[in-house]
T-cell receptor, first 109, second 113 residues
C-alpha cells in the first residue's frame, strides 16, 4: 500500500532561516513523488515533482530511496512561503495520488 | 474561469440524508479525482474517473458513489449521511489518466448535523 507521512503539523521559522519540510513514504514499487502547496485563500496546486529535478520558488526536493524520503528544502525562507504543504505519492501507473496530512509552514518577519 | 468548478461551495444537511456534489473539470481534462479532507486528516483519495470510466478506487465507502458523464463533469453522491461524513470534498482534474499534476477545485464543505 502507498503511504505518505509528514511528521510535522506545524513548522515555524523566521524569515531568512533555512526550511526543511519532512516527507517519508512507504511504497514497494518505484514511486513518483510530488509536493503540493496551498497558499491562503488559494487552491491546492503543484509545487514540484521529483522527476523534474527542478527548483521552484527556491524550493528543492531530493528523492532518497534508501531513506524513503522526499524532504522539501529552501535555504532562506520568505514570508510569502507561509502556506500548507502536502507531499504526495503515486505509482508509475499514476493510478492514484496519495497525500500526506500536510505541514503548515509559518514564516515570521 | 476555466478552472475546476465545484458546486455547492457549502452544504448543511442532516444525518440520514443524501447529497450530490458536482464537479466540472478544466476544459480539455479527461480525468477527474475526488478527495475527502476531514479535520486533522490529509486528503483521502476516494475515486478517479477517466473519460467516463472508473480508473482507480480508494477508501470510498459503500454509501458513496460517483460517476463521470459524457460531458466529463462528475458527481459524487453521498447517502445515509453520518456526522463523520462532515468534511471538505475536493475535486481535481488532469489532462491524462496518468499524470501527477492535478488541478484542484475550491472544494465543497459538507456539514452533517
Amino acid at each position: 500500500a502507498q503511504r505518505v507521512t509528514q511528521p510535522e503539523k506545524l513548522l515555524s521559522v523566521f524569515k531568512g532561516a533555512p526550511v526543511e519540510l519532512k516527507c517519508n513514504y512507504s511504497y514497494s514499487g518505484s514511486p513518483e513523488l510530488f509536493w503540493y502547496v496551498q497558499y491562503s485563500r488559494q487552491r491546492l496546486q503543484l509545487l514540484l515533482r521529483h522527476i523534474s529535478r527542478e527548483s521552484i520558488k527556491g524550493f528543492t526536493a531530493d528523492l532518497n530511496k534508501g531513506e524513503t524520503s522526499f524532504h522539501l528544502k529552501k535555504p532562506f525562507a520568505q514570508e510569502e512561503d507561509s502556506a500548507m504543504y502536502y507531499c504526495a505519492l503515486t505509482n508509475t501507473g499514476f493510478q492514484k495520488l496519495v497525500f500526506g496530512t500536510g505541514t503548515r509552514l509559518l514564516v515570521s518577519p | 474561469d476555466s478552472g475546476v468548478t465545484q458546486t455547492p461551495k457549502h452544504l448543511i444537511t442532516a444525518t440520514g440524508q443524501r447529497v450530490t456534489l458536482r464537479c466540472s473539470p478544466r476544459s480539455g481534462d479527461l480525468s477527474v479525482y475526488w478527495y475527502q479532507q476531514s479535520l486533522d486528516q490529509g486528503l483521502q483519495f476516494l475515486i478517479q474517473y477517466y473519460n467516463g470510466e472508473e480508473r482507480a478506487k480508494g477508501n470510498i465507502l459503500e454509501r458513496f458513489s460517483a460517476q463521470q458523464f459524457p460531458d466529463l463533469h462528475s458527481e459524487l453522491n453521498l447517502s445515509s449521511l453520518e456526522l463523520g461524513d462532515s468534511a471538505l470534498y475536493f475535486c481535481a482534474s488532469s489532462v491524462l489518466s496518468m499524470s501527477g499534476e492535478l488541478f484542484f477545485g475550491e472544494g465543497s464543505r459538507l456539514t452533517v448535523l
